[in-house]
């Protein structure tokens, strides 16, 4: 049959859709289109091709894998190539799968198969030479990526020598295979971060995951909560007897050499339990920490495998059954601008309401106004929106052929939407700002919302909407009218009643009793976190001595660059801050003094926190420490003087033994806290 003109047009069209979408996502960190309208395409392209074989270019995307790699990094071979999967969408497709691979085995027992959460994060390769890492890469093309050894060296679950052990044989050459990624709380702190401080924001974890891995500097990558799961083998050379046969055991090899795999994977007798596998998955997917975006099937003997073989682009033991996208459509009503904590202005988007992945969705931010010129929208645009797991949604297209005629190119604000001040967009930074601080009614609301959130003063059933209302009608201006509100005041408000007004007042009353920690963060100065503001309490041990500190001493502390050291002196210096901290020591706020209450017991020492722990958790544990007068390190040296290892240590504890630092369990840490 010869290929008709449209089935070649239309090949055209999507190697060339396909060309630059995989550029975007692979190469520049920044896709325009969902993963799922791009395994449409991909899937349109593999069936054209597949029925008219005539047309199958060497070039067209189905015949490699992945995108070029950026220039600028180093470029490194793969021993062995680092190949993708073909895409399952239902469970006839998976049964087609287990169909082909039977047949191609002529085998009548069913395939048993490893059974894997697909991990939304960026591919990568770890090189271990004599059970030592020697480099790491990305994926790249699949034959060759590039060198991210030096950002991969500051993943701390990522062991730089594997644990030799009596059940598995470390190969003189290994080639690890696993994922990048950042769990949905890092990534949405990590963004709030970034926006409270007018920095770009990242659009998924994905993103976050990638851009921190292409860092040309590692003190960057290294401030980045990224974690690793391994999930396969590349090259291997001198395979023992004790080398894993089977693909659930190499995951248990892995996990024996000290390298973190994924504990929710499984194992199914045949294509039956796949399924109810991925049902299973599916179910439970918004209760894990990370995103995941399917299922990864592999036949489980490594023998199969090999004797399947692959296509080009692709193994045929192994497929990826994708979950379907929790993509919608809607009209944009409206568009407007929300003003952060210190001004930062955020474009948002409402819409008429629609149910995605079973949550109503109402509205979505835009990250900047950047994104509002790539999308193009405008009010009564229709548009996709994405909901993934615990990811805020987002516009991921417009479709410009439904605008309505006269829809308005939205105008760039030159005022404040709150206090009507003049808007600036400061060099280097791609967000606009309102400069009126304090005296700008959206940033007094802001400001009082992180000074009662949980990790800062905690006052608990004080929400947005009782701190809006009391600071509309001038109740509150700030954090310390808080501690003068009356009972009457409150029942004044919507939705109060006696025993409310009392419990939030007792709740007020109760966060009087603080850590100096807390109450540093509360304050919400630029660039200090709750990290930040625990290194504050524990170097200067006073708030006086921290109010009065100078920039060069506030440089000298661990984890403070030049830029967060001047945002604090400077708020220490401005008449606002001092006023503001006045004002709440006089109303008989108590610090807990990091070292007043301690012996100092531990003033000698320098601890490393590993692995996880069921009676304390580790910021608690490390609050306790430094209280008692400790050094937390973040990583093992020679300097260190205890190892605190949880469950699942990972690397530091075998450094930390190489290194015969005295070691301490959960039980005995507790026992040296009290
Ligand atoms: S195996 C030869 N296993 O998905 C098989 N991949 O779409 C190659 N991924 O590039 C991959 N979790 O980055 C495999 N448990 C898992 C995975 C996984 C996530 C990613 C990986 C790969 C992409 C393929």
């Excluded at 604090?568 to 006089?586: C, T």
């Amino acid at each position: 049959m010869t290929p008709d003109s449209g089935s070649k047009n239309r090949l055209k069209v999507l190697q060339a859709l396909i060309n630059e979408y995989a550029h975007q996502y692979h190469a520049l960190d920044d896709a325009s289109v969902s993963d799922a309208e791009y395994d449409l395409l991909f899937q349109e392209l593999l069936t054209l091709e597949e029925n008219n074989p005539d047309l199958v270019d060497k070039n067209s995307p189905s015949q490699r894998v992945g995108s070029k790699p950026l220039e600028g990094f180093r470029k490194i071979e793969h021993i062995e190539q680092m190949l993708s999967l073909d895409n399952a969408f239902n469970s006839d497709d998976l049964i087609d799968f287990n169909k082909r691979i039977t047949e191609r085995l002529n085998i009548i027992e069913s395939i048993e198969f490893s059974c894997e959460p697909k991990l939304d994060g960026v591919a990568a390769n770890l090189l271990y030479r004599s059970g030592e890492l020697d480099y790491a890469s990305t994926r790249g093309d699949g034959k060759v990526g590039e060198d991210i050894t030096h950002n991969i060296r500051t993943i701390n679950s990522i062991p730089l020598k594997l644990n030799k052990n009596e059940y598995f044989d470390i190969p003189e050459i290994l080639e690890v295979r696993g994922e990048v990624f950042i769990e949905l709380n890092d990534f949405n702190k990590i963004n709030k971060h970034s926006e409270e401080n007018g920095h770009k924001v990242f659009a998924n974890p994905r993103n976050a995951a990638a851009g921190s891995l292409r860092q040309l500097d590692p003190k960057v990558t290294s401030s980045r909560p990224l974690k690793f799961f391994a999930h396969g083998l590349g090259s291997v050379t001198n395979q023992s007897k004790k080398f894993p046969q089977l693909q659930s055991e190499v995951l248990r090899a892995f996990l024996s050499w000290g390298l973190p795999v994924n504990i929710k994977s499984g194992l199914a007798k045949n294509v039956d339990e796949c399924i109810v596998f991925f049902n299973n998955i599916q179910k439970n997917r918004n209760s894990l920490p990370y995103e995941i975006d399917g299922v990864v099937y592999k036949v489980n003997q490594l023998s199969l495998q090999n004797k399947l073989g692959r296509v080009s682009r692709a193994p045929r033991w192994a497929i990826a059954r994708k979950f379907p996208a929790e993509i919608g459509t809607t009209v944009v009503k409206s568009i407007s601008f929300q003003v952060g904590r210190v001004g930062s202005i955020t474009p948002v988007a409402e819409f008429e309401p629609i149910l995605v992945g079973g949550v109503t969705i109402t509205h979505a931010s835009i990250h900047n106004f950047d994104e509002i010129a790539r999308l193009d929208v405008r009010e009564g645009d229709t548009v996709s929106i994405k909901r993934a797991g615990d990811v805020i949604p987002q516009i991921v297209r417009v479709d410009h052929d439904k605008r309505p005629p006269h829809a308005k190119a939205v105008k760039i604000p030159t005022e404040c939407p709150s206090c009507s001040g003049p808007l600036v967009r400061e060099e280097s930074e791609a967000i606009l700002k309102c400069k009126s601080g304090q005296n700008c009614l959206a940033q007094q609301m802001e400001s009082i919302k992180h000074f009662v959130s949980r990790n800062a003063m905690n006052i608990d059933g004080l929400g947005e909407k009782i701190i809006n209302q009391l600071v509309n009608i001038g109740t509150i201006n700030d954090a310390s009218d808080l501690y003068e509100l009356r009972k009457a005041d409150l029942l004044e408000l919507d939705g109060f009643a006696e025993k409310s007004a009392n419990n939030l007042l007792a709740s007020i009353e109760k966060s009087k009793s603080t850590t100096l920690q807390r109450f540093i963060y509360s304050l919400g100065i630029r660039e200090v976190g709750e990290a930040t503001a625990l290194n504050l309490s524990a170097h200067f041990k006073s708030l006086e001595k921290l109010m009065n500190a100078k920039e060069e001493e506030l440089l000298e502390i661990n984890d403070i660059g030049p830029v967060a050291s001047l945002y604090i002196a400077d708020y220490f210096k401005s008449i606002e801050g001092r006023n503001l901290i006045q004002r709440l020591m006089n109303l008989k706020i108590l610090l807990q003094n990091p070292i007043e209450n301690t012996n100092s017991k531990l003033g000698k020492h320098i601890v490393v926190i590993t692995g996880s722990f069921s009676d304390i958790s580790r910021s608690q544990l490390k609050e306790e420490l430094i209280r008692l007068g400790a050094k937390v390190s973040a990583s093992v040296s020679s300097n260190t003087t205890i190892l605190i290892a949880g469950d699942k240590p990972g690397s530091k504890l075998t450094k930390a033994e190489a290194l015969g630092v005295n070691i301490l369990d959960e039980e005995q840490a507790l026992e040296l806290l009290n």
